[in-house]
């Protein structure tokens, strides 16, 4: 049986954060989520909207942070969901910036530690759920799933999610 095209990419993805991050829990010299994410050709989405937003500084910055990455799929979801081009969304630093923060969590939450149907306090300010089938419900009831996790960074974790989570309108 073929093994569908999503699954390849998935794990490819995760693959890349985790050599990026140096691979295993014994390698101290991981790298930062920010540059984690730019050796991690499925979240150059992200990136760009990290840097459009001015955020690449904070998200280098020692942490601890957990950050909930969504995939250039899940952007390109959002994309078309609000009717915007990436132009348009990147040019909006307010919008990106309360989305971004919205997908950042100030604590390093690996997958074991994630408090279960609790709400869970962003950097934004608002808070969203994970249930125990480890997907996210934001505060509109969006539902995302989270796809990869534990890609340890030097100043926290990420997350690969698929879907953007959206902070309360």
Known sequence: MPIPRRTVLLASAAAGLLAACGGGDDEPDRA??????QATPDLSILVEAVVAAGLAEALSAPGPLTVFAPTNAAFASLLSELHLSKEA???NKTLLTAVLT???VPARVLKA???LNTPIATLQGAT???GADLRITDSRGRSAGIVA???LCSNG???VIDKVILPPA
């Open 102 to 104: 919205y997908h950042v």
């Open 149 to 151: 996790t534990d890609i």
């Open 157 to 159: 974790v990420v997350h």
């Open 128 to 130: 969203f759920t994970v």
């Open 32 to 37: 930062n989520i920010v540059a984690t994410a």
């Open 113 to 115: 530690d994630v408090p």
């Open 89 to 91: 969304l990147l040019a």
